[in-house]
């Protein structure tokens, strides 16, 4: 499923640190903040410093399922 912006809906690459298009994120935050955001999420998915979803989940994806 691709994944979409959690406030317009439009797409966002799959390969994003953010769940928001850039519009929504700088309408939201500025483009200041929001470059901040983008740069520091980019650096914690470089350094393995960010929790897949599924990780949280009390529930594993299907493809991880032992069974």
Same mark, same amino acid.
Do not use: H
């Given at each position: 499923?691709?994944?979409?912006?959690?406030?317009?809906?439009?797409?966002? !690459? *799959?390969?994003?640190?953010? *769940?928001?298009?850039?519009?929504?994120?700088?309408?939201?935050?500025? !483009? !200041?903040?929001? *470059?901040?955001?983008?740069?520091?999420?980019?650096?914690?998915?470089?350094? *393995?410093?960010?929790?897949?979803?599924?990780?949280?989940?009390?529930?594993?994806?299907?493809?991880?399922?032992?069974?």
């Amino acid at each position: 499923m691709p994944k979409k912006c959690i406030y317009c809906s439009t797409p966002v !690459k *799959d390969d994003s640190v953010i *769940d928001f298009c850039e519009r929504c994120g700088v309408g939201v935050w500025g !483009k !200041k903040m929001f *470059d901040t955001i983008v740069a520091n999420m980019e650096s914690a998915r470089d350094n *393995d410093d960010l929790v897949n979803n599924f990780q949280a989940s009390a529930t594993p994806p299907k493809n991880l399922r032992s069974g």
